[in-house]
């Protein structure tokens, strides 16, 4: 019986802790912009969220933002993003890198759910590369899932195309 109960009690610890390691900032935001422009980031900008563009983003998320303004960086090659979404529960932060109309890298910087951790790994984030928009503001292909990460998947896949278009709204004020 104490035999049992012993190895219940370690099972439970390897599990919690194994949770609290999936949690956490595996990159700074600002280190992140750092990286991007090679130390030296452009000044951050803001893109206003109107009426026309918060009717774009509720139609990519599926409810409106809560934010007036979001910032970007511009470097006039790329532009970085720095874009929150809700998993299951928690926010789930993520960097996106988008040049010439399509992703050019995805960071999974701050991640505060107890599942579908599994999203910050290059064997997932690597789908996004070079993805574009489509009809519809949808990605131009399909990402494959990670079995028990859905929410996490559809998360990052929201927040992919909602870079891209923040993207085509800076560049099409632009031109």
Known sequence: ??????????????????NAY???????PAKFIAEVFDNDPP??????????????????????LA?????????GSKTAWI???IGRDKLITVGFVVKEKKIAQVNVLIFRESRGW???YPFFTDQFKQATLVENN??????????????????????????????????KKLN
């Open 83 to 85: 874009l929150e979404e």
């Open 67 to 75: 934010a007036i303004r979001i910032r970007y960086w511009d470097d």
């Open 118 to 120: 599994e999203i910050k």
């Open 1 to 18: 019986m104490v035999r049992n109960i012993s190895y219940l009690l370690i099972l439970s610890i390897l599990l919690f802790s194994f």
């Open 43 to 64: 000044k951050a900008k803001k893109i206003w969220v109107k009426k026309e563009l918060k009717a774009g983003i509720k139609s990519i998320l599926g409810h409106d």
């Open 138 to 171: 949808k990605l131009d292909r399909k990402i494959d899932g990670i079995s028990g990460a859905t929410l996490s998947v559809n998360a990052l896949t929201r927040l992919a195309q909602l870079a891209l278009y923040l993207d085509s709204q800076v560049n």
């Open 22 to 28: 999936a949690k956490g900032i595996y990159l700074k």
